[in-house]
């Protein structure tokens, strides 16, 4: 059999032409492939369509392995199409595919980039009976050449590399059919064992653009010579306590989180000098020219008589017009999310993410002599302020909702007399807790005033806890107590039941759920929130996470997790679960490939199904070994075969999450 020639119904080439090399040798051997029309792409690559001879989706999804086999690529599913029996619809089976590979961040670019190849399949209905052939108008069916795929064969990576041939979901079954063969494959064609694999470089794209064309905010360095830093960045622990010295953190969290002000202030010029270097005034003027945008990047404000005024333009932001707001306007420039720009900023903010367990935001405020920018407002996070530059005068009141849980702006008549006045000066810190109502000017005789908030715990209170926790557990609850099955009183909802006996039966409920609790044994299920947080967290502040780390693992090795605060570990249904009673899998979730430069600005790119791993529930004490234990020897993990316990450490090794020692 032909493995592929030209297809005699639509190509303009005849029969006996030659086919591309770059097509052809792609293709898996024992099929017939018809090969309707190849076009090059500009630079590399290109776009073939296909038709086969093949009618059923077991069919199709055999050619899909086979193919991945032959052309070393490996496909995630990008989208699927309900399966449907009415006669409208002339597919029988449809899905769209993408290269897995991602290409994370480098030492010169902070953006992860997907590959924009793919694979996309359509098996047509075949409509014709024994005795009366399809009325449909493409020859290719009536033809009986149901599978058409599209091969869009355009990779920004070599297909060679280890990130392309393994294979994230390491299931069993499948696991044993393809993660197995790719690796075992690989492992034998490695010419070192450091796998120090060379990427493509990133092509500069010419593009002729106006002046008021948006533009994505382009990772350039502003990083002047930094001034010794008085931060300690040995461990999470460190950075918040030398964050906070001469006070130790456990007097912080005993007298002060969630409870009053704390004001820092320093007269240490090595402080002052490092604040300073964080963040200037002179930063957001160059950064003008990296394509900064209002609203997304830049707000421009003023409190007028306790009301914000909102002087934000349109489009791009021109540093010429914002030295305007500032000198005429006497404007505030408020900065969203420096660490998107600043390295020691995504230093600081990555280690305090460790530290809370929960995200950290910051902002920038530039406000001119003699201004304030905003009216006396209370915030739903806990705030630490940073004096950069200049001065600022900080008025704090007591709150009028402690602990808030969202913003708002106070009116003046209902704040009363501030609590504390406090000027900062450069290198002094304030903290105050969600809540406090405050506003902040810079005072007469000083230029400007430049002060970076740092601010966390938002949505991380105990009912936050309870509203995802609880329902999993009145789930988990309902399968083994029949009194929570039996339905609830007749016209309830109509408001006709007594409602003291509801109330009664509703607290009987409540206190078995905190009975169950109360013994220890129940785990607290919150994969929502440990998803949410690992998905939007900043990766680890290095350069080198792409690659794996080391030579390979192997059964006598001892293996040590990398990045342990960057990993969570869930059991949750599949993504892809067919039925309600689908048995639980073990997700391991990383940030390692998070966008820094998308970092708590709400803007996202497609989330993939895992940012990680799947595997079976029996891997899941193996993995609570290897993420208690300092190291762990492969042979002692506790899985029952070793072709098991070298899958699982293979996996983790080739997402840059192990490392053997």
Request: with cysteine; charged share 25%; proline share 6%.
């Amino acid at each position: 059999m032909n493995k592929c020639r030209w297809c005699d119904i639509c190509s303009k080439e005849k029969p006996g032409n030659a086919l591309p090399d770059d097509f052809e040798q792609l293709l898996p051997e024992g099929y017939c492939h018809l090969l309707c029309m190849h076009t090059p792409m500009e630079e590399s690559g290109f776009t073939a369509y296909v038709k086969l001879q093949l009618i059923t989706r077991e069919e199709a999804e055999t050619w899909l392995e086979d193919f991945q086999q032959s052309s070393k690529v490996t496909l995630r599913v990008a989208k699927t199409y309900p399966i449907t029996e009415d006669a409208v619809r002339r597919n029988s089976y449809r899905v769209d595919l993408r290269c897995r590979h991602s290409r994370g961040q480098t030492a010169h670019s902070q953006r992860n980039t997907h590959c924009p190849a793919g694979v996309y399949l359509v098996l047509k209905k075949q409509t014709h009976s024994q005795k009366r052939k399809s009325r449909s108008s493409d020859a290719h069916i009536q033809e009986g050449l149901l599978l058409h795929v599209t091969i869009k064969h355009h990779h920004n990576h070599p297909l060679g590399c280890f990130e392309v041939l393994q294979q994230r979901d390491v299931g069993a079954g499948f696991s044993r059919q393809n993660h197995d063969v790719r690796c075992d494959s690989l492992i034998s064609s490695l010419v070192s064992p450091s796998l120090q694999l060379k990427m493509p470089k990133k092509r500069k794209i010419k593009t002729q653009s106006g002046e008021d064309e948006q533009l994505p905010p382009k990772q350039s360095r502003v990083e002047p010579s930094n001034p010794p830093s008085p931060l300690n960045f040995h461990s999470p622990a460190d950075l918040f306590s030398s964050l906070l010295q001469p006070l130790d953190s456990e007097t912080f969290f005993r007298e002060f989180w969630e409870k009053k002000p704390l004001h820092l202030q320093r007269s240490d010029p090595l402080t002052a000098s490092y604040y300073k270097s964080l963040f200037q005034l002179s930063d957001l003027q160059t950064l003008c020219s990296q394509g900064l945008q209002y609203y997304r990047d830049v707000n421009v404000v003023r409190c007028i008589k306790g009301q914000k005024k909102d002087l934000n333009q349109e489009g791009r932001v021109k540093h010429t017009v914002l030295n305007k707001n500032l000198d005429q306007d006497k404007a505030t420039i408020q900065f969203h999310q420096p660490q998107r720009f600043k390295d020691e900023l995504w230093k600081i903010q990555e280690k305090l993410e460790c530290f809370f367990g929960a995200l950290v935001g910051s902002n920038i405020y530039i406000t001119p002599e003699d201004s304030q920018g905003l009216p006396a407002h209370y915030d739903d996070v806990e705030v630490f302020i940073l004096q950069l530059e200049g001065q600022k005068r900080w008025r704090l009141y007591n709150p009028t909702v402690p602990l808030a849980t969202e913003y708002c702006v106070e009116p003046e008549d209902r704040i009363g007399s501030p609590t504390h006045e406090i000027t900062l000066k450069e290198g002094d810190l304030l903290y105050f807790p969600r809540g406090t109502i405050h506003q902040a000017s810079t005072p007469p005789g000083v230029h400007h005033s430049t002060h970076l908030t740092l601010s966390t715990y938002q949505r991380m209170s105990w009912g936050d806890l309870l509203s995802n926790v609880i329902p999993s557990m009145l789930c988990d609850r309902s399968k083994t107590d029949v009194s929570l099955r039996e339905g609830m009183p007749r016209q309830l909802l109509l408001g006709s039941s007594g409602s003291e006996d509801t109330c009664k039966r509703l607290a009987a409920h409540l206190r078995a759920l905190a009975d169950v609790m109360d013994t220890g044994k129940q785990e607290v299920k919150c994969a929502h929130l440990k998803r949410d947080f690992i998905m939007n967290r900043l990766p680890p502040y290095s350069q080198e996470l792409i690659q794996p780390m080391g030579r390979i693992p192997a059964l006598e090795d001892l293996v040590c997790l990398r990045f342990k605060d960057h990993i969570v570990i869930t059991v949750e249904p599949p993504q892809q679960r067919t039925d309600v009673d689908t048995e639980q899998v073990v997700f391991v979730l990383h940030s390692l490939k998070n966008q820094r430069e998308n970092h708590m600005t709400g803007e996202y790119e497609e989330q993939e199904i895992s940012r990680g791993l799947q595997f079976p529930l029996s891997h899941l004490r193996a993995l609570q070994q290897l993420q208690q234990e300092e190291q762990v020897s492969v042979a002692q993990l506790q899985l029952s075969s070793q072709e098991d316990k070298l899958n699982l450490v293979l996996a983790l090794w080739s997402e840059s999450l192990l490392e053997a020692l």
